[in-house]
């Protein structure tokens, strides 16, 4: 009976899916369908005019990075900084979040190693545009390892306005930080400078509603565009990259989280899933860690998670706590280091770790933000999207199913932390999480 529900909640899960994102997918179908046609019988004008609509949406996905990161940063840390429960279990928050996060970004790092998922994609970038995105990285390395302790310096600008025209991410982040912290500590007088910040979040937010309303178009374009030039290959280069998530998730979801919780909480993992059950299956379905974030409070409210806890650290952790899109992103850039036949040294790969996690803590909780936000990394190694247009199609093809993965992840591990503070401090009623047969139906 137990395994019938779980199947019925799975399918549920893939119709929402479906439901929610069908142009989505028509999108895709319809561009392997039209590059089918156009490998077998070139047509240069309607070529040129998908890699047109294409290079438009990594534009606009480029265009929102730079407001979105800061509002969100500025956000995040003045709901905070002050407040009283920080002292309490805010910094065990932080604490935790940062473990399963690293822990993500080490199983993506070690799983992309292993198996190059890039290599398989490699023979269909030019050689020329390989060569340039080689050097360009060869020139940011040698910059930054020449003069380490200047990189670190840099990350302090200078003057924050010219970091902002050079769009020098970690400039900005470093300054938006520190301005954010200053904001939590000077008391009312920020309020207009915060209100100021919800509004360009909120606008953001919008635009970024908009962005992905011209998803289908943009993921039709670049699907089409790439199977025209590189034929049904393509999904058989970009399988191996699938794989590495697929496993990667396994491992977060099945490995860490249950070792996380055994060694922080006397929480089993088992009862929790069972608790946040149908939060799980709607964030696969919907692929939105803040659309679903209703549902997950209450899904722990109502199965003996205390409200003090989770109404604090859920709404935080929806909107920080991204080990799953931490994972996408450092599987995706080695992915496309890989393609490009850019070298991995140790030194690239610990500084592609560490702005994915600075790149996925500033994701919005919304569908497709884990792609957006990789422009961050990008930018650390010296490259930007629209380097790397043939491969981000690989990317964009299976987009909307590692976006649904991800964010099952995501939404699991805020549960997994909340569940474990709320142990920490005797805030769950234990006779109610342990009974899944009490439990109340999440309307």
């Keep these: 009976m137990k395994d019938s529900k779980i199947q019925m909640q799975i399918l549920i899960a893939l119709g929402l899916g479906l439901k929610r994102n069908w142009h989505i997918f028509f999108g895709i179908l319809a561009g392997v369908f039209v590059g089918i046609f ?13 890699n047109f609509i294409g290079q438009v949406f990594i534009r606009l996905i480029q265009m929102i990075v730079i407001p979105l990161v800061v509002s969100a940063i500025v956000i995040g840390i003045t709901s905070i900084g002050d407040n009283k429960q920080l ?50 990285v060869a020139a940011a390395m040698a910059q930054q390892q020449g003069h380490l302790l200047n ?30 912290v200053a904001l939590s500590k000077v008391g009312d007088v920020s309020r207009p400078i915060v209100s100021f910040f919800e509004s360009v979040f909120a606008a953001t937010m919008k635009i970024t509603d908009w962005i992905m309303f011209l998803a289908a178009p943009g993921v039709f374009a670049l699907t089409a565009s790439a199977v025209s030039s590189f034929g049904m290959d393509i999904f058989a280069s970009i399988s191996k990259y699938l794989m590495v998530l697929a496993i990667g998730f396994f491992i977060q979801m099945f490995v860490v989280y249950p070792i996380f919780l055994k060694c922080f909480s006397k929480v089993s993992i088992w009862m929790l899933y069972s608790a946040i059950a149908e939060a799980m299956m709607v964030a696969f379905g919907t692929a939105s860690s ?78 497709g933000a884990g792609l957006i936000t990789i422009a961050l990394i990008l930018n650390g190694m010296g490259l930007s999207p629209e380097q790397l247009v043939a491969g981000f199609a690989f990317l964009f093809t299976i987009e909307r199913v590692t976006d649904m993965m991800r964010t099952l992840v995501n939404v699991t591990s805020d549960a997994v932390v909340v569940a474990a503070i709320a142990d920490n401090e005797n805030e769950i009623n234990y006779d109610l999480f342990n009974n899944p047969e009490a439990y109340e139906e999440i309307a």
């Design 38 to 50: 156009l490998h077998s019988h070139p047509y240069p004008i309607v070529a040129t005019l998908l």
């Design 290 to 367: 803040s659309a679903t974030l209703p549902l997950t409070i209450a899904c722990c409210e109502k199965r003996g998670i205390s409200h003090k806890i989770s109404s604090f650290v859920l709404p935080l952790g929806a909107t920080l706590n991204m080990d799953g899109t931490a994972l996408l992103q450092v599987v995706a850039v080695i992915f496309l280091a890989q393609a490009y036949g850019v070298p991995l040294d140790p030194f690239l790969l610990i500084q592609i770790g560490l702005l994915a996690i600075v790149a996925s803590s500033t994701s919005a909780g919304i569908s």
């Design 151 to 180: 990189m670190f310096l840099d990350f302090i600008p200078s003057n924050p306005l010219n970091a902002l025209a050079h769009g020098n991410m970690v400039a900005i982040i470093v300054f938006v930080l520190i301005f954010a």
């Design 87 to 136: 002292g309490k279990f805010g910094t065990k928050m932080v604490v935790y979040y940062g473990i399963i996060t690293v822990a993500a970004v080490i199983i993506g790092t070690i799983l992309a190693l292993v198996f190059k998922p890039g290599l398989g994609a490699a023979h269909h970038i030019a050689a020329t545009t390989a060569s340039k995105v080689q050097a360009s």
